[in-house]
């Protein structure tokens, strides 16, 4: 997809400060870490359109990004992160599945594994919960540059054996060399069409 413009719209904790629209809508899951961030500045050609850092937990809010004036990329907060105190970590809950299960423009939700660790129960309880509201979830492997290609190879058929998947279904990708990004565009114009 050719990225003509993308632009950061509005955060929100609560359905009030959403933004308000009819365009298809797209989120990005994962635990604290995991190469969110990354991904989605891959994603559009940007380097530091959506925020990254290397402190875990740092989105804590819902964010909204409008891309080519057609369809939104939202940024979820990452979950599993202890060192996020208590107090914000159960308001992340509440907030995040209110919006996954009432927000009429969301198409999909890619679900951003790392290819260096096993899926979590975490990781397990959201991607349960995702098809049981019949939400599509294709899966992002990220972080494939730190393996080797004997390494992403066995990792990949380890990760989907655990997800009841074929290796094929899932997405290699990395944000450094950009490994996986036309793969992962095509499965994201699927939800857009």
């Known amino acids: 997809m050719k990225i003509k413009s993308a632009s950061f719209i509005a955060t929100a904790v609560r359905p009030s400060q959403y933004p308000f629209h009819e365009l298809p809508e797209l989120a990005f899951a994962g635990r604290s870490n995991v190469g969110k961030s990354s991904l989605i500045n891959k994603l559009l050609n940007r380097k530091k359109l959506v925020k990254t850092s290397s402190t875990p937990g740092r989105t804590q809010c819902i964010n909204f990004f409008l891309v080519n004036d057609a369809f939104y990329f939202v940024d979820l907060p990452g979950y599993g992160y202890a060192k996020v105190p208590a107090s914000i970590q159960k308001k ?101 069409q």
């Open 92 to 192: 992340w809950g509440p907030m995040v599945e209110h919006y996954l299960k009432h927000r009429n423009p969301l198409r999909s939700v890619i679900l951003i594994l790392d290819i260096r660790r096993m899926p979590n129960k975490e990781d397990l309880q959201l991607l349960s919960w995702l098809h049981h509201y019949n939400i599509p979830t294709p899966i992002v492997l990220t972080k494939a540059d730190k393996l080797t290609k004997n390494k992403q190879y066995q990792q990949t058929k380890k990760i989907s054996s655990e997800l009841a998947l074929s290796p094929e279904e899932l997405v290699v990708f990395s944000s450094t060399s950009g490994q996986g990004k036309e793969m992962l565009w095509k499965k994201i114009e699927f939800f857009l």
